[in-house]
Structures are given as C-alpha cells and as structure tokens.
Nanobody
C-alpha cells in the first residue's frame, strides 16, 4: 500500500511555469507506475502524464505534450510534473496516482488502472 501527497499547485499567469510534486510513503515506491491526472469543473478526469517504475519511459496526453515533463526520484519517493507554457485551459485539480499493475504503455492512460490516489492540488492559470 502507498499513500500519495501532491504539492506545488497555485495561481500562475498564462505562459508561466509550475512544478508539482507527488510524495509517496513507504519503501517500495520504485515498484509502482505513476500517473498524473487532472479534473476541471464539470469535466471528466483526464490523463496528463505517466512514468514507469525506473523512470526510463514516459507518456503524455496530447494536450500537454511538449509543455509538461514528468520525472521521478525513487530515492526520494517523489514524482514531479514540470509544467511550462501554461494555458488557462490547464486550470484543474491535479491528482497523482500509482499502481503496481501499470506496466504496459497503454495502461498508464486509463484512470481505472490505478488503485492509489492523492487528494489533489489546485492549479489555476489566469489569462
């Protein structure tokens, strides 16, 4: 079992940057694939980015490709989401999720494949 805590959200102007962190409890975090999802008001929760256990493979949603970068530090039990060139449409609550079972590339994109979720951090991008 793992517990996840997101941080780093806030208010930023369009074109700015933020770095989100997802800190995990326990000493087996390196066994978990991790994804970032986001949910705007009255919208479905959507996939943003994913990273495999070692950090060697990363995956991105089409709307953030080229602007966001996911990375992880297993020694620190932390996954990061660097968000650059932010747009007002990036405004949402951002959630970190993890599961031992996510391994195949396509599995990262489906929120149903993740058993563990953080409570989220709000990101607001003003125009």
């Amino acid at each position: 079992q793992v517990q996840l805590v997101e941080s780093g959200g806030g208010l930023v102007q369009a074109g700015g940057s933020l770095r989100l962190s997802c800190a995990a409890s326990g000493n087996t975090f390196s066994r978990y694939g991790v994804g970032w999802f986001r949910q705007a008001p009255e919208k479905e929760r959507e996939f943003v980015a994913g990273i495999n256990r070692s950090g060697a493979s990363t995956y991105y949603g089409n709307s953030v490709k080229g602007r966001f970068t996911i990375s992880r530090d297993n020694a620190q039990n932390t996954v990061y989401l660097q968000m650059d060139s932010l747009k007002p449409e990036d405004t949402a609550v951002y959630y970190c999720a993890a599961d031992i079972g996510v391994s195949a590339a396509l599995s990262y994109y489906n929120k149903q494949n993740y058993a563990y979720w953080g409570l989220g951090t709000q990101v607001t991008v003003s125009s």
